[in-house]
């Protein structure tokens, strides 16, 4: 591959960017100082650094993003921002979104270019843990709770014409934060179409705000403010793939 790809993959800088900063000698090649960011390096067996850190290769690129309202999980949208427009000047080609939030959910949303992880978090069959935050209009009765903990009828069918219930799920009840509206956390593990909104309404409720806490074993962390993204960590990413 190119250095200025192999550069401009490790995020130093744009195209132009990399083309200066080798020009001015911070890039080594094998201890060497690299003399143009066009030249083709060998990603497996080159040792590259850059500003005297030793780079090594990222195959896959993973983002966690604190999704805002009023933007859609999809690669390309004639419309509306997609979530890989407030990526953009990460400059990866091939990323897409870890499974859809609705347009008017916000929250944790993990993007990435590794094709394999995001089949492995989204296969049914894994039942990855997803933890939702449900700003609610009415507060839940017990007898609600009992239902979506069981499992509701949320108007889909199984192949045979039979009633697909929802899997278990675990409802708790957010802290008290002063919010006049009643709040529960819900862990769901599978992740229908709508299916938070659509098991509110099926014990009679109706789903206000909705907010993505965490998918599997990564949380949203505090200080990521809807908007905001950032590189997955390699604990965080060891964890996914473990
Ligand atoms: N369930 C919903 O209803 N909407 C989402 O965005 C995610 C889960």
């Known amino acids: 591959m190119r250095l200025d790809k192999y550069l401009g993959d490790h995020n130093i800088g744009t195209r132009k960017q990399i083309k200066e900063y ?8 094998n201890g060497i100082v690299a003399l143009k960011s066009d030249v083709h390096i060998d990603e497996d067996k080159d040792e590259i ?4 850190v030793i780079l090594s290769y990222k195959k ?16 390309t949208d004639g419309r509306n921002t997609t979530v890989l427009d407030l990526l953009k000047d990460e400059n990866v080609k091939g990323l897409s979104p870890c499974g859809r939030l609705d347009i008017d959910t916000e ?3 993990l993007i990435t270019d590794d094709g394999g992880l995001i089949h492995r978090l ?18 839940l009765t017990d007898e609600g709770r009992m239902k979506l903990e069981e499992g509701v009828d ?19 009840f957010a802290p008290d934060d002063g919010q006049d509206r009643p709040v529960i956390l819900l862990t769901i593990h599978e992740g229908r179409f709508h299916q938070v909104k659509r098991m509110l309404e099926a014990v009679g409720n109706e789903v206000l705000f909705l ?24 604990e965080e990413i060891d964890l996914l793939n473990s």
Request: charge should be positive; charged fraction near 30%.
């Open 211 to 234: 907010r993505r806490l965490s998918m599997g074993p990564i949380k949203l962390p505090d200080d990521l403010l809807p908007g905001q993204y950032r590189s997955l960590t390699d």
């Open 60 to 75: 896959y690129h993973y983002f966690i993003l604190n999704k805002p309202s009023g933007v859609v999980s999809a690669t």
């Open 122 to 139: 989204l296969s049914p069959i894994k039942h990855v843990d997803k933890v939702y935050e449900v700003h609610l209009k009415d507060r």
């Open 49 to 52: 650094s850059f500003d005297g």
């Open 22 to 29: 080798v020009k001015n000698g911070r890039c080594k090649i």
């Open 154 to 172: 949320i108007g889909d069918k199984k192949d045979d014409g039979s009633i697909d219930y929802t899997l278990p799920s675990k409802v708790a």
């Open 107 to 109: 929250g944790l949303l």
